[in-house]
């Protein structure tokens, strides 16, 4: 087999199926095969398994595109809860690949505790069992957008592999609302509020409490238009409406109307926050 991988051997996803039980490695792989995006689906037993699969031990395709600056696989569904190395080790792993491949947690009940740390290894999706078509297949549609294409691949899928840890619009957060779990899309979410050693999300519909320090998501989400703006809160730079000066100090205001929200600015961030929202005339002030 050559070490390229032609336009027409990467028509649809490549993905890798995880799960140390029969039943549920059967049941994800014929989900996954169900989608006229998946061109192919890999499987393995255990998390040790899925690395030697990723280093091309068993697949010379996966090899080739190793080798073509590609991620091995174009993602990987993987149970949480599996013996030896579970599906968060596999997970710390796999960010540590030059090119990761989208990560997709198949997730327990007894498991959602695990949701929030999933978070911090770069998770794409998450799958609650018992496992159905629909979420399946809402996954399957997530990665092909991370990966910039559907059925077949686009110009934008080799930038994608170069650059995978750039954040990508549909992103999403777990929380826990009354024993389930929700996945809060990041570009719902308007500001963050550090409450501690965790993070308050402000979405137009309410907030979210997640156990992620703010100076973790400021990092993380630094390429998709949040900015700090105090050592309290982190702020979606397009829906900064106004930015305004009161008694103390300057405040931003986010949003229009009766769902505006005004947030205080720190001194420390007046000016870069300034820089970035004012667009002052070449000859300067």
Known sequence: MPDTVSTQDNAGLLVLAVDD????LSEIKFLLE???H????LTAFDAAEALRILRGDYEQEVMARTKAGLPPVDAVFADINMPGLSGMDLARVLSAFRYPPALVFVTGVEERDALVTAFDVGALDFINKPINEERVLKAISRVADRVG??????AQTAQTAQNPAEPTDDEVIPVELGGTIKL????????VEAQGDYARLHTQDGSH????PLAQLEERWANAGFVRIHRSYLVAL????ELRMTANGYAVVIGTGEGAKELPVSRRHTKELKERIVRPPKSGW
Do not use: D, F, K, N
């Open 38 to 41: 998946i061109r192919r689906v």
């Open 209 to 212: 409490l997640v156990r992620i």
């Open 238 to 241: 397009p829906l900064v409406s």
């Open 184 to 191: 809060v899309p990041r570009a719902s979410v308007r500001y």
């Open 149 to 154: 294409r559907t059925a077949a691949p686009s």
């Open 34 to 36: 169900s989608s006229p």
């Open 21 to 24: 039980e029969a039943p549920g």
